[in-house]
């Protein structure tokens, strides 16, 4: 599983860097940064809950799963 | 320069009406069905000519395995060095639409739309209204703004859609959910005028030009101090000498040429190296959409690369925040280097912001951008380094 982020909804409010702190940075402007340098992060199985609840609970609905 | 047998397939003079194209290369080689088209495409290793280089084939082959395709001509060109979808779009008209309706056949579509630019419309409409009888499909013109993001796929789908010439995040391809959902062929003008050409000529003569891995032509627009700035056709793997010599030649003697257009790489003038994606690879480059741009030695590399720099970071669409945010900081620590800002940091900076912005975007304009700045940094190295103890090579005086 994989975390898609839409830039074009994300405007940077955290609440997924602060669920997913293993996987998602910040940059200086707030917005998320992929640990791994991908497009699209990889999601652990041992991070799934807190991945699913990131994608939630966004309050841009800016986060997905991807297979 | 060179005596060149210059190669003319898509950009052939002559009669550019209906009856003169007919005349030149008879009517359009329909296939009869769905799918039938792709293995003399896939036979033939046509690739886009729009600047990814992806091949048309898998993508023709993705598109007829959904239902109800559409197929789109993609002939907005946003990039301020590139002319060759415009010349093509109104010197030769009617190969592209032979193309689209073969790609519509090929793929299963029923309709088809071309998106072309405010230049090439009234040329187009008069193509159009040349063909009843002569096309399967309707097609419909759709205007393409004059921005730099506005061929990008997700933005042409937009278009299509009558929504604005914006990029869209797409967790789906647009190969299978493009234009209002459906299975969507969006190619590149120059692409549908090489598969009108391939699949009345066939794979063998296509392969007469070009590499062996990378067949055909391709259009060149070529730039900058060239004595006959224009549009060429030329076959892949030509020397960058060769090619620069169908534009007459150089005008000065060059510092850099820089290929692949605004989300391209400068390089040395090397004349032999081959203009392939096999040839450029190792210097980070490709020949993306066939744009050159040749810099004299008589220019400051940091300042041209700076002007193209905040020329992109201004083209942004405004979507995205660590394009909105990092395009114009990126842009301004090159200008800083180019006007001779002695922070010794700068270069670093400049690396670490086009880290920062790659693959961050619903589309690829931060990191065609970043791709830009960096070659900067690299091919102009030892600009660089002139122009941290206050000096520059082309001896003018900063900004």
């Known amino acids: 599983m994989k975390l898609h982020i839409d830039w074009t909804a994300c405007d940077g409010r955290g609440l997924c860097t602060e669920l997913l702190p293993e996987l998602l940075d910040r940059d200086e402007w707030g917005y998320p940064l992929p640990r791994d340098g991908n497009p699209e992060p990889a999601v652990p199985a041992g991070l799934d809950a807190p991945a699913r609840r990131a994608a939630a609970q966004c309050p841009r609905l800016a986060l997905r799963l991807v297979p | ?399």
């Open chain 2, 1 to 399: 320069m060179t005596a060149t047998l210059h190669v003319r397939r898509v950009l052939a003079a002559g009669p550019a009406d209906l009856a003169g194209h007919a005349g030149r290369h008879g009517p359009l080689p329909w296939r009869g069905g769905r799918g039938l088209l792709i293995p003399t495409v896939e036979a033939a290793g046509l690739t886009g000519r729009g600047g990814a280089g992806f091949p048309t084939a898998r993508k023709l082959a993705a598109v007829a395995a959904g239902r109800r395709p559409v197929v789109v001509g993609n002939g907005a060109e946003g990039e301020p060095a590139s002319g060759k979808d415009l010349a093509l779009l109104t010197g030769n008209p009617h190969l592209v639409l032979d193309g689209l309706q073969l790609a519509a056949e090929a793929v299963g579509a029923a309709r088809g739309h071309l998106y072309a630019p405010a230049g090439a419309v009234p040329r187009l409409r008069a193509a159009l209204a040349e063909r009843p009888g002569w096309d399967r499909v309707p097609v419909e013109l759709v205007e393409a703004p004059d921005t730099f993001v506005a061929g990008e796929e997700s933005a042409v789908v937009a278009r299509v859609e009558g929504h604005a010439a914006l990029p869209r995040d797409t967790p789906r391809r647009v190969v299978e959910h493009g234009v209002r959902g459906v299975p969507t062929l969006v190619q590149n003008v120059e692409t549908l005028a090489h598969l009108a050409l391939l699949a009345r000529y066939g794979p063998g003569w296509f392969r007469e030009q070009g590499t062996a891995d990378e067949p055909g032509t391709f259009l060149a627009t070529v730039s900058g101090a060239v004595a006959a700035p224009g549009v060429y056709e030329a076959p892949y793997g030509v020397p960058l000498g060769e090619l620069l010599g169908q534009a007459a030649g150089p005008t000065a003697p060059l510092q850099a040429v820089l290929v692949g257009g605004y989300h391209g790489a400068w390089l040395r003038p090397d004349t032999a190296l081959p203009v392939s994606r096999a040839g450029l690879r190792p210097y980070g480059a490709s020949p993306g959409a066939g744009v050159l741009v040749a810099l004299p030695t008589s220019a400051c590399g940091l300042v041209e690369s700076a002007r193209i720099a905040g020329y992109l970071a201004g083209q942004g669409a405004g979507q995205c925040g660590p394009c909105v945010n990092g395009l114009p900081r990126l842009a301004d620590t090159l200008d800083r280097l180019a006007r001779r800002d002695t922070d010794p940091g700068l270069p670093a900076e400049a690396r670490r912001l086009s880290a920062l912005v790659t693959n961050r975007g619903a589309c690829h304009h931060p990191d065609g951008t970043a791709r830009l700045v960096l070659s900067s940094l690299s091919t102009f190295d030892h600009e660089v380094r002139l122009h941290l103890a206050g000096a520059c090579t082309a001896g003018r005086s900063a900004r």
